[in-house]
């Protein structure tokens, strides 16, 4: 049969062989997807790719996961950890971006990608979208409500500062409020552009919040500025992290980044946005010439207030003096009825005079007259009746007081007690002695009984001169010891 086959047909086999003169090796699953990566990797080691973003995901071990589509094709990326840190945006489904990196195989699944090392946003309308797709979001939150926003305070004391302490900005933040009203600056210095800008910015504010009410460095109003730029030099302040870090501070905040026609993120969240670093200034302090000013018309206001009825008071007395009848007017009837009256008392007094002098020499003192005068008396005294028993009452009621007194006198006599076994003592001026200590203090004692006095002497008296001795001693008890030995 063998004879009969084609040479094709004598190449078949169950076998591999190889073929005499046959160059084509048999490579390896591994082998091949060695050489595919490296033959990747060698043409396409540096390439930039345009596309939109999507299946964004960052794994917990911070490494970036997405793929990069146009209208035809999708292509696989993946940025390490290193370069996600990098990023000065956040990564997001929809976002047309620029990829920059190397593109490589990934054997396990027979597939190629792109290690990305760069990303940027495809052009500024990218940015843009990107920018109102946050806003949306975080506005969606309420992070924006101006049901939220705080009023400034009318003169903070001490005025935080966000800012950059190298730049014109606080600069002028400065030279404005020592022209309007001096106050106390705290300026927390921070990146404002480029790597790591957001986090300092956010850190700021949250750093203003978290200093102690009491401690006197906490200001009462933080001041977020920035100058002017693109909307790239600006996007520090439209990052989420900032955001929220305004939204959730403690202190009332005004944003100033950028200059009028600039608006990020961070004017939205603040409690008032000031269209330069130099207006947030005016916004934070008034001018202290002004509330002099206001100070000194409120203080003539309050005099004009406090004299105004001071001089209503003087204009109606004046209007009500000028009504009242003359001091002369109502003096005068008064005066004319005093002019009469003294008049009539004059002539009442002689013609008193001399009703008296025409009696009295009318008048006869005779002895008829005496004897008349003297037998009324008489008479008058015979008629009166003195009943002796009104004589006898007055005299018992008398009697009867007197009687009440003797006994309160008796019951308060000292020596009334004597009879019933008591003895008073006396001191040498005869002064009743009611306590021992009195009695230790005296040289001399005196004891009354009921039926006489004893003469005593108490323990480490000294002896009693004669002349101080008591000269009443009982006989019967010559040498008496002493009564308290």
Same mark, same amino acid.
């Given at each position: 049969m063998a004879d009969y086959l084609s040479d094709d047909e004598t190449d078949r086999g169950l076998v591999a062989r190889e073929a005499d003169g046959d160059n084509a090796q048999a490579y390896s699953i591994s082998e091949i997807s060695n050489l595919l990566k490296?033959?990747? &990797?060698?043409?396409?080691?540096?390439?930039?790719?345009?596309?939109?973003?999507?299946?964004?995901?960052?794994? #917990?071990?911070?490494?970036?996961?997405?793929?990069l589509k146009d209208e035809k094709a999708v292509i696989d990326g993946v940025m390490w950890r290193g370069n996600t840190q990098r990023l000065p945006f956040k990564p997001e489904d929809g976002l047309e971006v620029v990829a920059t990196g190397k593109l490589t195989t990934y054997p396990g699944?027979?597939?190629?990608?792109?290690?990305? &090392? %760069?990303?940027? *946003?495809?052009?500024?309308?990218?940015?843009?979208?990107?920018?109102?797709?946050?806003?949306?979001?975080?506005?969606? &939150?309420?992070?924006?409500?101006?049901?939220?926003?705080?009023a400034l305070p009318f003169l903070p004391r001490t005025i935080g500062v966000v800012t950059s302490p190298t730049g014109a900005v606080i600069r002028d933040i400065l030279h404005r409020l020592a022209d309007r009203f001096p106050s106390r600056v705290i300026v927390w210095p921070v990146l404002v552009q480029g790597q790591g800008a957001a986090e300092q910015v956010a850190g700021a504010v949250q750093g203003f919040s978290g200093i102690d009410a009491g401690d006197p460095n906490r200001p009462d109003l933080v001041i977020v500025a920035r100058g002017g730029g693109s909307i790239e030099d600006l996007w520090s302040f439209n990052e989420e992290i900032v955001v929220r870090a305004i939204a959730g501070s403690t202190i009332p905040t005004i944003s100033a980044v950028g200059h009028e026609t600039d608006t990020t993120l961070a004017d939205f969240a603040a409690d008032v946005r000031a269209p330069t670093p130099t207006a947030a200034a005016e916004?934070?302090?008034?001018?202290?010439?002004?509330?002099?000013?206001?100070?000194?018309?409120?203080?003539?206001?309050?005099?004009?207030?406090?004299? %105004?009825?001071?001089?209503?008071?003087?204009? !109606?007395?004046?209007?009500?003096?000028?009504?009242?009848?003359? *001091? &002369?007017?109502?003096?005068?009837?008064?005066?004319?009825?005093?002019?009469?009256?003294?008049?009539?008392?004059?002539?009442?007094?002689?013609?008193?005079?001399?009703?008296?002098?025409?009696?009295?020499?009318?008048?006869?003192?005779?002895?008829?007259?005496?004897?008349?005068?003297? !037998?009324?008396?008489? !008479?008058?005294?015979? #008629?009166?009746?003195?009943?002796?028993? *009104?004589?006898?009452?007055?005299?018992?009621?008398?009697?009867? !007081?007197?009687?009440g007194t003797v006994r309160v006198m008796r019951s308060l006599d000292p020596d009334a007690v004597l009879a019933r076994g008591y003895v008073r003592v006396t001191g040498a001026d005869g002064r009743t002695l009611t306590d021992r200590t009195a009695a230790g203090k005296e040289a001399a004692l005196t004891l009354k009984f009921r039926d006489g006095d004893l003469a005593a002497v108490p323990v480490g008296a000294p002896a009693a001169s004669p002349a101080k001795r008591p000269k009443r001693q009982s006989a019967a008890s010559p040498g008496q010891e002493d009564l308290f030995g």
């Open positions: 490296r033959t990747v &990797e060698d043409r396409f080691g540096f390439v930039r790719l345009r596309g939109e973003l999507s299946g964004v995901k960052r794994a #917990a071990s911070g490494h970036l996961y997405c793929a699944r027979s597939k190629y990608q792109i290690v990305i &090392e %760069r990303m940027e *946003l495809a052009g500024e309308g990218a940015l843009l979208a990107l920018l109102e797709r946050t806003r949306a979001r975080l506005a969606a &939150e309420g992070l924006f409500d101006e049901g939220r926003k705080r916004r934070a302090v008034p001018v202290r010439a002004d509330l002099a000013a206001m100070l000194a018309d409120l203080g003539h206001r309050q005099r004009q207030c406090a004299a %105004r009825p001071v001089a209503l008071g003087r204009e !109606r007395l004046e209007a009500r003096v000028q009504r009242m009848p003359k *001091l &002369e007017a109502l003096l005068q009837p008064k005066a004319q009825r005093l002019d009469e009256a003294g008049e009539r008392l004059k002539r009442g007094l002689l013609d008193r005079a001399a009703s008296g002098r025409q009696k009295l020499g009318e008048l006869r003192l005779t002895p008829a007259v005496l004897h008349r005068n003297l !037998r009324d008396a008489g !008479r008058d005294l015979a #008629a009166l009746r003195l009943a002796p028993t *009104l004589v006898e009452r007055r005299i018992s009621d008398s009697r009867e !007081r007197l009687a």
